[in-house]
Nanobody, 114 residues
Framework: QVLLVESGGGLVQAGGSLRLSCAASGGFFRIYAMGWYRQAPGKQRELVATISSGGSTNYADSVKDRFTISRDNAKNTVYLQMNSLKPEDTAVYYC????????WGQGTQVTVSS
């Protein structure tokens, strides 16, 4: 069973930056494509960024050119650098594998004030 622990969220003003981290314990982390997801109040969880086992990345249009996903396989960790944050980025952010479904972590709250 893989355990996921997200961290790095907080309260920032619009235009600010945050770096999220997600540490995975157990499993063969390096072979899995990983993703960052977010869920805003009253909305469904959405996938915002993915990174393949080889390092290829993809982004939702809403975050393209502002967010950067990366991974450190030696540390079993995936990151999300978020720049130029907007109030609409406010959500709980989660990480998970993309093509398999591990148990969700507790997420990390990101709040962007206008």
């Amino acid at each position: 069973q893989v355990l996921l622990v997200e961290s790095g969220g907080g309260l920032v003003q619009a235009g600010g930056s945050l770096r999220l981290s997600c540490a995975a314990s157990g499993g063969f982390f390096r072979i899995y494509a990983m993703g960052w997801y977010r869920q805003a109040p009253g909305k469904q969880r959405e996938l915002v960024a993915t990174i393949s086992s080889g390092g290829s990345t993809n982004y939702a249009d809403s975050v393209k050119d502002r967010f950067t996903i990366s991974r450190d396989n030696a540390k079993n960790t995936v990151y999300l650098q978020m720049n130029s944050l907007k109030p609409e980025d406010t959500a709980v952010y989660y990480c998970n594998a993309v093509y398999v479904s591990w148990s969700w972590g507790q997420g990390t709250q990101v709040t962007v004030s206008s």
